[in-house]
């Protein structure tokens, strides 16, 4: 069986078999009256009750006291002791686990890490770093620029790769962390719902946390869609308000800042799938390549020997073996042999991808689509291919066992796109199309 993986990542800690997620889980906790809620359900009360809300208690994994003491839990390793325990018991009590932990965590928080899961009903067998092996399954030679995001910050790895991948440096952008960006894009909505309603979800704490509730939903919209409707219903009225994509942009451009000055180019950027989702970031960051949401629980199967422990110490894994065959090098440009069709005589660039009246513009950050028309940022199991522009070119690559056609003939393998080119799927009516945007100063 596979091992038990735990990816202590606070902006959706994930419990994997595999390659399967088992359990999710955000590192939020709610202390009142003398009780613990924890994940989930935390989350969901966190704007209810703020001053007995926590989520710092695994980015700052320590033995600082908290504000609100219950039995049993008197600091930050008390509420990461507690939530482990959760974890544990809804993946079905695994006997054994693997961590693996974002470059952040200090020598001190490992070892603490590390003794906080003595006290639990589990052996701790492994130790590896999440970048590091997120990598070590898409990355070929070069160097690397690994973008992460956690509940309060960004990360940035520092990546070099020849047969192996190696850590080389971990940086933190404080305060520029899935919170920030939620509380930036809440502000946002508020004003459209008082400029066009005279409504402010953010006066109540009821309101402020239903619109929390649905705010993951509407940014993943208004990363696909150019508007998006809001709605929320307050004592019997429905308020409803309208938000553009491009106002959100714009607004979230100042967290985003930041990230762009650390970038390289020297070093191929590698976003998380938690990163590629936030509205607009892959855009901003020219050239960079997604990783797949399931790539490190790949790498702890693939590197299970590495990683395991063979003794009762627990060693930090911040080095892996290269993948024999990457799915991006260092220049941006997937390996030519991996190319099962390639036409030297493109006629036309193809800069978007057209759905219906929509056209999604085309970047290294791939466009995941589905037999029934869906489009989106992050790979599901619906996913039948995606489309990627890789030096100067769009590929299309299928990621299912589902028939897919281009212009009428079955796709076998990766095969660059001409504007003009159909992307079809046998048994739907569900077409794409590759089109080239016309420069408005043209003949």
Avoid at 22 to 36: D, E, L, M, Q
Avoid at 132 to 139: G, I, K, L, R
Avoid at 253 to 272: D, G, N, T
Avoid at 352 to 380: C, K, M, Q, T
Wanted: hydrophobic share 45%; aromatic share 6%.
């Amino acid at each position: 069986m596979s091992d038990c993986v735990i990816e202590l990542v606070d902006s959706e800690i994930r419990v994997a078999r595999g390659k399967r997620v088992i359990v999710r889980s955000p590192g939020y906790a709610v202390i009142r009256a003398g009780k613990t809620v924890l994940g989930e359900q935390a989350l969901r009360e966190a704007h209810l009750h703020p001053r007995d809300t926590y989520n710092r208690f695994w980015s700052n994994l320590s033995q600082d006291p908290l504000q609100t003491a219950a039995e049993h839990v008197r600091h930050h390793a008390d509420l990461a002791y507690a939530h482990l325990l959760s974890l544990h018991e809804q993946a079905g009590k695994p006997k054994e686990v693997v961590f693996a932990v974002p470059g952040s965590y200090s020598r001190d928080q490992l070892a603490l890490l590390l003794g906080i899961a003595q006290a639990c009903p589990f052996a701790a067998v492994g130790l590896v770093d999440t970048g590091v092996a997120a990598a070590s399954v898409a990355a070929g030679p070069g160097s690397y620029l690994y973008v992460d995001v956690q509940l309060h910050r960004m990360l940035v790895t520092r990546l070099a790769v020849d047969d192996m991948v190696v850590r080389e440096s971990v940086e933190t952008i404080e305060n520029g962390g899935l919170v920030a960006i939620r509380d930036t894009s809440a502000e946002l909505i508020a004003d459209a719902f008082i400029a066009q309603c005279r409504f402010d979800p953010l006066h109540r704490a009821e309101t402020e946390q239903a619109l929390f509730d649905q705010l993951p939903q509407y940014l993943k919209t208004l990363s696909e869609r150019p508007e998006v409707v809001l709605e929320i219903q307050f004592q019997g009225n429905r308020h409803q308000a309208r938000l553009k994509q491009a106002a959100l942009l714009e607004r979230l451009e100042a967290r985003y800042v930041e990230i762009i000055q650390r970038l390289e180019p020297e070093r191929l950027p590698l976003l998380s799938s938690r990163a590629a989702a936030l509205p607009g970031l892959a855009d901003r960051i020219p050239g960079a390549h997604v990783l797949e949401a399931d790539a490190l629980f790949s790498a702890c199967s693939v590197h299970a020997s590495i990683i395991r422990s063979t003794g009762p110490d627990v060693s930090f894994i911040t080095r892996l073996p290269a993948p024999p065959r990457p799915l991006v090098t260092a220049a941006g440009v997937p390996p030519q042999e991996q190319i099962t069709e390639r036409r030297d005589d493109v006629p036309e660039a193809v800069t978007h991808l057209l759905s219906g009246h929509r056209a999604y513009p085309l970047a290294i950050a791939p466009w995941f689509l589905s037999a029934a028309g869906g489009v989106g940022r992050v790979r599901e199991d619906t996913t039948a291919c995606c489309v990627v522009f890789n030096s100067r070119q769009a590929v299309v690559e299928p990621l299912s066992d589902i028939t897919i056609y281009v212009n009428g003939t079955r796709l076998s393998g990766k095969r660059v796109l001409s504007a003009g080119d159909k992307i079809s799927f046998a048994g739907t009516e569900t077409v794409f199309s590759l089109i080239s945007m016309v420069d408005p100063d043209a003949a």
